[in-house]
């Protein structure tokens, strides 16, 4: 019996072998001969992405350059440190792979200095919160007391010094107002390590208000001024942070996970650029960037020894084969292609707004300069939990979100995010947006609020009508037919070969 690896290759003439299903069958081969349960959940997960929309903002697809260098042995090496200061040996190769991450990474952002080993956005944050209070308080403490090993202070000092380390503030955007969970919301360390205030945007506008912000900052006096967002659609201006930063006496931290793709592709240029203008910037690499899940921080000279202690301070080993995927991700992200898809994910965010707004949508600051837009549901008598479920039954995935000051909280929420860099990626353009939005009113137009047992209304639950879901998983799916996600890729092959 041939294995599926044979049969793709007796099947397939010479001319139109493709390496990168040929690479897939041959590892789905591998991990089926172990687990054939899970080499099948990776296939489906191919089916499913396939057949929906992608509109969720945080989220994109990476090519398939960046998938192959993290399937090997780099996996297996233990190399805690950084390049040429580990403590493990055997570490050249990993060395190197590391080393042409961080040069990749710094030569794209125009960064002083780059590590590239946190595992994830809530990971960079802890590392870059740590270094910042290494570099601001324990070393001038230990400096004080005349000692650079923390392992001679007497127990006294020590516990004095982790009252200082233990007591200081930060200052970051609320997570009602699109701050993410590690800036500073209670359920979350970042606020039980740090006395934690939130700025909030305008109650009006729905805009940062950066007089406010540093009416708030001079009167709190935090260590760390922390910018940045998960859900907030404008740019910011970061010359303007710097001056606060400057004024109070902060260390600016930006946190763009969400808006690196736009910097790195040059869409987000001067005041709006926040590497040139913070003291550590932090991001995910598998959001806009369009790497492999990780993250990533970037920071200037002074805090380079500090950030590099990521491991033992926060971390453990990195992971090496994923350093080989960002490095990858980042070369792929100085070219002109990459910038010209940052491009058009701000311009199809734009249209995508312009449409909603067209068809009677309310948004969130009216408007956005980036990848996603908050759109209020309430208008169409949901809440965000029921919209999220009527679009999801469509075949369109996305986020439901909490608005600034939403009286429904954060579970079922008043809004949804809807952003572009998936389906940008799928090379959807100005007439897809036009389909998307339509198709977003139609389902919400279709969709009423459920019903308890009870007779009371049901927050999470819907009725969609019939016919409107019907025509809306055809227009779906008419959009995706033209826009095959990993076209090299052949579903219906790898489906019969591990699926049951
Ligand atoms: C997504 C996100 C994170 C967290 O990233 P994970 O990889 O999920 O840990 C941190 N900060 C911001 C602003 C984010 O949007």
């Known amino acids: 019996m041939s294995t599926p690896l044979q049969e793709y290759l007796e099947q397939t003439s010479p001319e139109k072998l493709n390496p990168a299903m040929t690479a897939y069958v041959a590892n789905l081969q591998q991990t089926a001969a172990v687990a054939p349960d899970v080499a099948e959940a990776i296939v489906r997960e191919l089916g499913t992405q396939r057949a929906h929309l992608k509109l969720v903002a945080s989220e994109n697809y990476c090519s398939l350059n960046v ?18 200061h580990r403590y493990y040996g055997g570490c050249e190769n990993v060395d190197t792979v590391e080393t042409i991450a961080c040069e990749e990474a710094k030569a794209l952002f125009g960064a002083e200095h780059a590590y590239v080993q946190p595992h994830s956005g809530a990971d960079a944050n802890l590392v870059a919160y740590w270094a910042i209070l290494n570099n601001k ?6 400096e004080k007391l005349g000692e650079t090993n923390l392992s001679h202070l007497t127990d006294q000092q020590w516990a004095d010094l982790r009252q200082k380390l233990g007591n200081q503030k930060l200052m970051g955007l609320d997570y009602y107002s699109g701050g993410h969970l590690t800036h500073g919301y209670r359920q979350n360390l970042s606020a039980r390590m740090f006395d934690s205030y939130s700025y909030t945007v305008d109650k009006e506008t729905g805009l940062l208000d950066y007089d406010a912000i540093e ?24 010359k303007r942070f710097r001056e606060i930063a400057d004024k109070c006496g902060a260390v600016l931290m930006v946190d763009m996970a969400h808006f690196a793709g736009l910097v790195a592709g040059k869409v987000f240029t001067g005041e709006y650029n926040p590497v040139e203008y913070a003291d550590v910037v932090t991001t995910t690499t598998h959001k806009t960037l369009r790497g492999p899940r990780g993250a990533l921080i970037l920071c200037k000279k002074e805090f380079a020894d500090s950030v590099n202690k990521g491991c033992p301070l926060a971390l453990g080993g990195p992971l090496p084969h994923v350093m080989a995927a960002k490095a990858v991700a980042f070369k792929e992200a100085r070219t002109q292609a990459y910038r ?21 949508m309310k948004l969130q600051t009216k408007g956005t300069d980036n990848h996603l837009m908050l759109i209020d549901v309430t208008t169409y008598g949901l809440t965000g939990r029921q919209a999220e479920n009527a679009m999801f039954e469509c075949g369109v995935t996305l986020n439901r979100n909490t608005l600034p000051f939403d009286p429904q909280g954060p579970w079922w929420t008043s809004g949804i995010r809807v952003g572009t860099p998936a389906v940008t990626t799928l090379g959807m353009g100005k007439e897809e947006m036009k389909e998307i939005a339509l198709i977003i009113d139609m389902v919400l137009k279709g969709t009423k609020p459920g019903v308890a047992k009870d007779g009371k209304p049901a927050k999470g639950k819907i009725v969609l009508d019939p016919e409107v879901k019907k025509n809306a998983t055809e227009k779906v799916k008419n959009l995706l037919s033209k826009y095959v996600l990993y076209p090299e890729l052949d579903l219906d092959f790898l489906e019969k070969h591990f699926c049951k």
């Open 215 to 238: 009416k708030q900052a001079m009167e709190v006096k935090p260590l760390i001024l922390l910018a940045g967002y998960s859900a907030y659609p404008r740019a910011i201006n970061f």
């Open 340 to 360: 010209d898809y940052a491009k058009r994910v701000q311009e199809n965010a734009k249209v995508l707004a312009e449409e909603c707004i067209k068809l009677g």
């Open 137 to 142: 308080i324990e070393i001038p403490e230990c």
């Open 67 to 84: 998938q192959s260098a993290m399937g090997n042995l780099l996996t297996d090496k233990y190399a805690e440190g950084y390049p040429e």
